[in-house]
């Protein structure tokens, strides 16, 4: 009965290759966000999907490709993987993004370690 | 740029007493205000939201919001060892965008 779930939790691999990390929520909402957090803890949104359609796209290299095939999965594709890309990443959701009460819920993120 | 800004701590407070957490904010048209609770190595977990000037209570938990003075507070009463955790305060921006700040250590020694 996970709410928003990642896979993988944790995931190690080379400088230069090319990783996914999937997100699911099975809570109905229409909103889908990606954030990531640095080793100092700062969490900052990457990328957010509102019922499939990109609305957020903060200042992130283009390495970094979202995907959402349906409402409830939205996908973090990341190429050419570089040092400093090594945070966790947390998938999280919401119930309607034009809502100012809009309370969004985080899945358990992943630790990407880069080496 | 939106900013929302928080004491790093880390605070540390005896077991039973009252924990006080700060946020300030720059956007005045911000109208939604979170605070999250994260423990090391877990996600975010939200705890209190708050959306109109003055007091929210919550068990434990009271929320206090001056939008005059763009402020947003949380007040642990009673603090236990399991509040030890990194507590985050997140706001609400106009632009939809859920922005947070660097958050604050907090330590509750037995």
């Known amino acids: 009965d996970t709410a928003v779930s990642q896979t993988p939790k944790y995931l190690v691999t080379q400088m230069g290759n090319d990783k996914s990390i999937k997100c699911e929520q099975n809570?109905?909402?229409?909103?889908m966000y990606w954030y990531k957090q640095d080793s100092k803890k700062f969490l900052k949104i990457m990328f957010s999907?509102?019922?499939?359609?990109?609305?957020i796209n903060e200042t992130v290299p283009n390495r970094f490709s979202p995907k959402s095939p349906d409402k409830a999965h939205l996908n973090l594709h990341i190429n050419s993987l570089e040092l400093g890309d090594s945070a966790v990443y947390f998938c999280a959701s919401s119930p309607a993004r034009d809502s100012n009460t809009d309370t969004q819920y985080f899945g358990p993120g992943t630790r990407l370690t880069v080496l | 740029q939106k900013e929302v800004e928080q004491n790093s701590g880390p605070l540390s407070v005896p077991e039973g007493a009252i924990a006080s957490l700060n946020c300030t904010y720059s956007d005045r048209g911000s109208q939604s205000f979170f605070w999250y609770r994260q423990y090391s190595g877990k996600s975010p977990e939200l705890i209190m939201s708050?959306?109109?000037?003055g007091d929210k209570e919550d068990g434990r938990f009271t929320a206090q919001l001056n939008k005059a003075s763009q402020y947003v507070s949380l007040l642990i009463r009673d603090s236990q060892p399991s509040d030890s955790a990194t507590y985050l305060c997140?706001?609400?921006?106009?632009?939809?965008?859920?922005?947070f700040g660097k958050g604050t250590l907090l330590t509750v020694n037995p």
């Open positions: 999907y509102n019922n499939k359609e990109l609305i």
């Open positions: 997140a706001v609400m921006y106009s632009n939809y965008k859920l922005t």
């Open positions: 809570l109905g909402h229409d909103t």
């Open positions: 708050i959306y109109s000037n």
